[in-house]
């Protein structure tokens, strides 16, 4: 089973800045993404990118956040600049994690805990 540990939530003012962070650990993974979910809404997409670091973003994040990864270490970022308060949510790190049996192996979901991110107006 994978592990995913998340880190780098907290509180900033709007305009400020943060990167977070996500390591798996006991599978490979495929590609990787960041999800989000604000107090009485739908757990949205934020970013995802492939193995091969192609991204693709929520046109709500777009020129404001990047997402990479590293794959010697298993573990993708999302650094998120110019913060909005409606960027205020629990952020959810997803993977496509490796299951082998036998000669058969597939990928499935695996979601992180979640890391509070909160923005001050």
């Known amino acids: 089973q994978v592990q995913l540990v998340e880190s780098g939530g907290g509180l900033v003012q709007a305009g400020g800045s943060l990167r977070l962070s996500c390591a798996a650990s006991?599978?490979?993974?495929?590609?990787m993404g960041w999800y989000r979910q604000a107090p009485g809404k739908q757990r949205e997409l934020v970013a995802t990118i492939t193995r091969g670091g192609i991204p693709n973003y929520a046109d709500s994040v777009k020129g404001r956040f990047t997402i990479s990864r590293d794959n010697a270490k298993n573990t993708v970022y999302l650094q998120m600049n110019g913060l909005k308060p409606e960027d205020t949510a629990v952020y959810y790190c997803?993977?496509?994690?490796?299951?082998?049996?036998?000669?058969?192996?597939?990928?499935?979901?695996?979601w992180g805990q979640g890391t509070q991110v909160t923005v001050s107006s």
């Open positions: 997803n993977v496509d994690a490796l299951y082998t049996s036998g000669s058969m192996s597939w990928y499935s979901p695996s």
């Open positions: 006991g599978s490979r993974v495929n590609a």
